[in-house]
Every structure is written in C-alpha cells, then in structure tokens.
C-alpha cells in the first residue's frame, strides 16, 4: 500500500488486514466442484483409516477457498476506505511512539559522540608532549645501538627520526574526527532520515581511530584509540534503530 511508503522511510512491514462482515454481503458462492473434491478426498480418507464418523459441513467449511464472494463496487470502496483509515491510524501511532524512543536514543547517542569528541581533545592535548618524548626515546634507541666509538651524523640522525616521528604522526586523522564528529551533529539536528548517514560516518570515525591506534606509540594513545574503537561500535550499533 502506497500509504505505508509515504509514512515509513525505513524498517521491514508486514501488514495483514482481517475484515469481518456484520452485515449480510452479497455475491457469496460456493466453489462446488472444489467442495465436491475436497468432500470425496475426505470420504475416501475416512473410509481408508476406518473413521466412524462421517465427513460433514464443519470439515468441509474449514477450507475457506471454497466459500467466495464479490463485493459491489460500493461496498469495495467502504471496506478499502475503512482499512486506510485504520492503517493510517496504526502507523500514526507506530510514528508518534517511534519519535519518542528516536529521541530517547538521539540523547544516547549525543552522550557517546561527547564521549568520543573528549578522546580528540585529549590526543591534541597530549600530541606535542608525546612527540617530544617519542623523538627523545628514538635518538636513545639509535644511539644505543651504534658503538661508542661511532661518530654520528647529526643530520642524518635528524632525519631518520624525523621520518618516524612522521609515521607516528596522527594529525591528520584528528582534523577528519572532528570533521565527522561535527557532522554527526549537524545530522542530529535534521528532521530528515540520517541513519544511514551516520552508519557511513561512524565507519569512517572507526577507519581513523584504526588508524591511530596503528601509528600509537606510547601507552596512554594506545588505550584512548582503542576506548575510541569501542565507543564507534556501540554508536554504530545503536543507530541501526534509528531512522
């Protein structure tokens, strides 16, 4: 029915419709070579098993295929209006009670994204300090390799540290978690359908919190991505109700 893709955007229906009849209907017919089938079936039937009892209405009248009836045209458009109606009215509720738990998950949801924005200011407060002892513990490691008698190459050891202190730079996958992060809640605020927008984003904040978690070398950036990959999941596992 057109009225149920116009009121639900997301989400499996299955719709089953019972009318009942209180007032005479016209046009009833029984399908009588079918109940004349059914009826020799059964007879035959309870005659093989030595039934005692023989085949009646009752049996017969419980295939409801052989009773069949055709509604005026007039009657058609008053059963079909009222089921409308009815429908209209049940998935009017099913919304009303949906944007009442949207809402209730949306709190949710904003208190996860807060949980994740404070893991992005905790990396940027804490980058350029790490880098300082990263770069300090690599020049340490270089050195402790290479005999004492050794004459460094000042420049040299410069840039070899330099290119790991770049591998293990993650400024970049911090500038695009704020960006989603600030996406994220631009789409909370729309009265549109976001849910698979924000799957797309909550896999994107997963790819660069891997990312990180990758190029971390120190403890505390370990521990902070990997709370930041737990926080993603149950975001994303959250919005799956979400419309």
Do not use: C
């Not at 458009?77 to 998950?105: C, F, H």
């Not at 490691?141 to 993650?170: G, Q, R």
Request: zero cysteines.
């Amino acid at each position: 029915m057109q009225i149920i893709k116009r009121k639900l955007t997301r989400g499996k229906v299955q719709l089953k419709v019972f009318v009942e009849f209180l007032y005479p209907v016209s046009g009833v017919t029984i399908a009588m070579g079918l109940a004349r089938a059914y009826y020799n079936a059964l007879d035959s039937l309870v005659g093989h098993l030595g039934i005692p009892e023989p085949v009646n209405l009752d049996n017969l009248l419980r295939f409801k295929e052989l009773v069949r009836f055709e509604l005026k045209e007039e009657e058609s458009d008053k059963v079909w209006q009222g089921v409308r109606e009815i429908v209209s009215k049940g998935l009017d509720d099913l919304n009303k009670e949906r944007s009442v738990e949207g809402e209730k998950l949306v709190s949710d949801l904003k208190v996860i994204i807060l949980s994740i924005h404070e893991i992005i200011q905790f990396f940027k407060t804490n980058l350029k300090a790490v880098q300082v002892e990263l770069r300090e513990k690599y020049f340490n490691n270089i050195k402790e390799f290479l005999p004492e008698s050794t004459e460094v190459d000042e420049s040299l050891l410069e840039n070899i540290v330099a290119v790991a202190l770049e591998k293990a730079d993650v400024r970049e996958e911090l500038t695009r978690l704020e960006s989603h992060i600030e996406r994220v809640r631009d789409l909370f605020n729309s009265n549109e359908a976001v849910g698979q927008h924000l799957d797309f984003l909550a896999q994107e904040i997963l790819r660069e919190f891997n990312t990180i978690l990758a190029k971390s070398r120190e403890t505390s950036f370990i521990e902070q991505a990997l709370q930041g990959k737990l926080l993603t999941s149950q975001f994303r596992e959250q919005i799956q109700n979400l419309e």
